[in-house]
């Protein structure tokens, strides 16, 4: 395993010496030593990242030699695929299925928009239309230069392959800062890299505190654009610094997302859904549907179903057989999650089940899913994301009340609805002001669809062709083709 940063496509040793520990959150033990980047290893980043695209050729290479490569690293991925899968249990927690699903996911995300920078060659202008026959025009695409990604820990390697395989395939280099806590497939991917023989200066990742190289990579005037997924005070620090050099920013930042189940519902299904929406990946997704309301003539049933299945959730480490629940990735998570469930106990809701450590684990930041019930609807339980194995249920009586509950929200990032009316379904995600709806499910997240936020929850749109657009600039070539003098000044 390395312990250097990749930088102009060589290993090298941080310019201070600085490391930092990763820590297994199933055992609390210190799995590996990686480097700790600081402002210098960004400028050495940054200035290659410009070079291979001011000087090297990258954007001028046709979108198929980019596909080449982008193809290249999406086989180099598959034929590691369950080491890596491994890496990310060790790293993150998840169960290794979780884990596997996502390693085929960022494989399959770099195919995808190898597809796309080929589509780039079949369409590299738009012809416009113009009032005045004396001129012609065009709108072409171009990409937008360096590109600053900093990345979260809940999904290490899907969530840089979600940046780097749109930006590349766009024409942009990059330089990526994966999470501190979860770095070491983001060196895998380096190493892919490397051996598919990406251009040097194209791809530079830089492991290390995102207070200090994430910062670096913020401020650089370098970078042309900044691509970040993680918190939303984060997210609105990056805006603001961004501003200060009109840098391109996308932002996809927190969600607490509603789920609508109506009366005509299958019980089973909806449970099943609704712990999919939010015990998947301990929680530990910005689009959870943690915020569950489900009409008044089946609460009670479902309320009952629900506990009655949580409790059976198979939790431990991520690396054994059958374990559908690990541990959370961090002891400062661990201790945020504990103190949001006691909050909320203490603002009056109760806890169903759960929102304790399992018997038998001494170790690790282990946390039987919570459900929670009676929860204020003014408390930060019901309120604020919780980023951990925690569901707020409450009934609800019409359709008109569910859509206002749902929509009373300062985050937008997704919605689901539940029901065997088709036109109520439609009706009801229509009304959600989120970006990403779901009917009859929770959580399916597709390399081809847009995937983005209303209000709080960020700006602009990652995966699908929306994913490359936040890559490309438009510029506008008008031409004068006429033979009459303009003659506006000479007459």
């Known amino acids: 395993m390395r312990n250097e940063l990749y930088i102009d496509g060589r290993w090298v040793k941080p310019v201070r010496g600085g490391s930092t520990e990763v820590i297994n959150p199933a055992t609390e033990e210190v799995i590996q030593t990686i480097a700790a980047a600081t402002e210098e290893d960004v400028n050495l ?79 590299p202008e738009e012809c416009i239309v113009l009032a005045d026959d004396r001129f012609t025009s065009k709108a072409v695409k171009e990409p ?56 040097a200066g194209v791809l530079n990742i830089l492991t290390g505190a995102g207070s200090v190289a994430g910062q670096a990579i913020i401020d650089h005037k370098g970078i042309d654009k900044l691509a970040f997924t993680g918190s939303g005070p984060i997210g609105s620090k990056i805006m603001a610094a961004a501003a200060r050099d009109i840098k391109r920013v996308s932002l996809e930042l927190g969600g607490k997302s509603p789920f609508v189940v109506f009366e005509d519902a299958d019980i089973d299904e909806a449970v099943e859904w609704i712990m999919f929406g939010i015990f998947w990946n301990q929680g530990q997704v910005c689009s959870a549907t943690s915020r569950v309301l489900v009409q008044e003539t089946i609460y009670e049933r479902l309320l009952a179903r629900l506990v009655e299945e949580t409790d059976k959730i198979t939790i431990g480490n991520g690396l054994d057989e059958g374990v559908l629940l690990g541990p959370l990735v961090s002891k400062r998570q661990y201790e945020q999650v504990l103190a949001a469930i006691e909050g909320a106990r203490k603002a009056g809701a109760t806890v169903a089940c759960g929102g304790i450590r399992p018997e038998g684990f001494d170790r690790g930041y282990y946390l039987r899913p919570a459900v929670l019930i009676d929860v204020p609807l003014d408390s930060d339980a019901w309120v604020e994301e919780i980023f ?104």
């Open 388 to 491: 951990g194995p925690v569901v707020c249920i409450r009934p609800f009586r019409t359709e008109e009340e569910a859509i206002e509950l749902a929509n009373d929200s300062r985050f937008g990032l997704a919605a689901a609805v539940m029901s065997k009316d088709d036109v109520r379904a439609e009706r009801v995600a229509a009304a959600f002001r989120a970006g990403i709806v779901w009917i009859n499910c929770s959580q399916p997240t597709f390399t081809e669809a847009p995937w983005g936020g209303y209000k709080e929850s960020g700006i602009g749109r990652e995966l699908g062709r929306w994913g490359l657009e936040n890559y490309l600039e438009t510029k506008q070539i008008t031409k004068y083709v006429t033979d009459k003098p303009w003659g506006w000044y000479i007459k």
């Open 144 to 199: 937008i230069g360096v590109a600053g990604a900093i990345i979260p820990w809940n999904y290490p390697l899907l969530m840089a392959a979600w940046k780097v395989a749109p930006a590349l395939a766009a024409g942009c280099t990059v330089v990526l800062k994966p999470a501190e806590q979860t770095s070491l497939t983001a060196l895998e991917l380096a190493a892919i890299a490397d051996n598919v023989g990406l251009p």
């Open 45 to 123: 980043a940054v200035k290659a990242a410009r070079r291979a695209f001011d000087k090297d050729g990258w954007p001028k290479l046709s979108g198929a030699q980019r596909a080449t490569h982008l193809r290249a690293i999406a086989d180099g991925i598959r034929a590691r695929r369950s080491d890596i899968a491994r890496l990310e249990v060790l790293d993150n927690g998840k169960p290794f299925p979780e884990a596997d699903w996502d390693v085929a996911d960022a494989a399959g995300c770099f195919d995808f928009y190898a597809g796309l920078a080929e589509q780039l060659d079949s369409n």
